[in-house]
Every structure is written in C-alpha cells, then in structure tokens.
T-cell receptor, first 113, second 108 residues
Framework: DAGITQSPRYKITETGRQVTLMCHQT?????MFWYRQDLGHGLRLIYY???????DKGEVPDGYVVSRSKTENFPLTLESATRSQTSVYFC????????????FGPGTRLTVL | KNEVEQSPQNLTAQEGEFITINCSYS?????LHWLQQHPGGGIVSLFM???GKKKHGRLIATINIQEKHSSLHITASHPRDSAVYIC??????????FGEGTQLTVNP
C-alpha cells in the first residue's frame, strides 16, 4: 500500500537489548525524520535524513543510530535500550514536490522494562 | 522556556462553539505548521503558513510574523474535532520545532 508505515507498532523490550524500529515510505520522498513523543515534551527530533546515505542529528540523538541505504527505508536502532527511551516513536517524510506537508507514520509504542 | 508555546494546554468546548488555539514562538521562522493528532495517535498536517491566513473547511489558520504568533480557529466545532492540535515552526531547513500541543475536547 502507498504511504508511510512503521513496524512494529508495539514493542516491549528489556534494558540493554538492541531494538530496531522500521520506517518505510512508498513516495520516494527525499526527507525522512524520526521523532519521539513524550508527555511534557511534545515531539522531539531524534535524527533526520535529506537523502539516501545522508543523515544528521536532531535534538535528542544520544543512544540512537540511523541508516539510510535506500530512499524508502529509514530504520532507527536503539543499540542498548534504556528505560528513558520508553516513548512513542514517529517516522515522517517530506517530498521535494510537496514541502508544505510532512507525512507521519502511525507510530511505534516502545516500552523498555 | 520552549521556543514554541501553545495556549491553552487543554480546552473543553460545547458542540457548535468557535474555538481558538494560540501559538507563540521566539525564533525567526520560514514557516509554521499546524498538525492534528487523533485520539488513536495518528498525526496529520493541517496547514503550513508563512504569512496571512489559510482556510480549509471549518478550520482557519492565521499568522502574524512580526508578532511571532499564530492562531488556529475552528468554527462550528463538532465532537469529531476532539484531538490534540500541535503547532510546529520551521526555523530553517527542514527541521521542525514543536509545541507541546493543545488537547481539545468538544462535547455534544
């Protein structure tokens, strides 16, 4: 289906484990973003990517790693999960031809025990 | 102090009321976005503004660049408008900075 998807939608893991959250978009949008949403903070940018093989840190990058080997995929990895990384994670994308609109994925609710 | 401040944080209205949500920001921006987050968590873009006013159905967004202020208005509010409304600014490039959101509840 066309659009932007995230997987898994829900994940429970333990402190210290590696977790990868997947984001896939079918529009060939150039820009992709990872945000986390926490009560009291709103949405905060973790990492973003302007194109394949180009990534940059956002506001809260510590403890996260991203890659973008293909335009359509932008996985986010928590190398050693901590309880403070319990959050809802949103992926988003913007196309060069539609810069007015940022399209959001459905979100992944991650709990780190 | 956050770069983007929204008010009120919570708003309860009766169906049919005119609603205003405010957003103030402290940085220079190239554009401002209004987003809607549904009770199920999904987020959709409503407007992007760089000046003036935009209207879509019962939703109206205005921005005053000099005052660093934007408002989102909902006319003839309906329970299905109940959601979190988020203001986000674009200081430059493609990186948005978000307000914490306004929780709107419209009662029938």
């Amino acid at each position: 289906d066309a659009g932007i998807t995230q997987s898994p939608r829900y994940k429970i893991t333990e402190t210290g484990r590696q977790v990868t959250l997947m984001c896939h978009q079918t529009w060939s949008h150039s820009y992709m973003f990872w945000y986390r949403q926490d009560l009291g903070h709103g949405l905060r940018l973790i990492y973003y990517s302007a194109a394949a093989d180009i990534t940059d840190k956002g506001e809260v990058p510590d403890g996260y790693v991203v890659s973008r080997s293909k335009t359509e995929n932008f996985p986010l990895t928590l190398e050693s999960a901590t309880r403070s990384q319990t959050s809802v994670y949103f992926c988003a994308s913007i196309g060069r031809n539609t810069p007015d609109t940022q399209y959001f994925g459905p979100g992944t609710r991650l709990t780190v025990l | 102090k956050n770069e983007v401040e929204q008010s009120p944080q919570n708003l309860t209205a009766q169906e049919g009321e005119f609603i205003t949500i405010n957003c103030s920001y402290s940085v220079g921006i190239s554009a401002l976005h209004w987003l809607q987050q549904h009770p199920g968590g999904g987020i959709v873009s409503l407007f992007m503004l760089s000046s003036g006013k935009k209207k879509h159905g019962r939703l109206i967004a205005t921005i005053n660049i000099q005052e660093k202020h934007s408002s989102l208005h909902i006319t003839a509010s309906h329970p299905r408008d109940s959601a979190v409304y988020i203001c986000a600014v674009l200081p430059g490039g493609s990186r948005l900075t978000f307000g914490e959101g306004t929780q709107l509840t419209v009662n029938p």
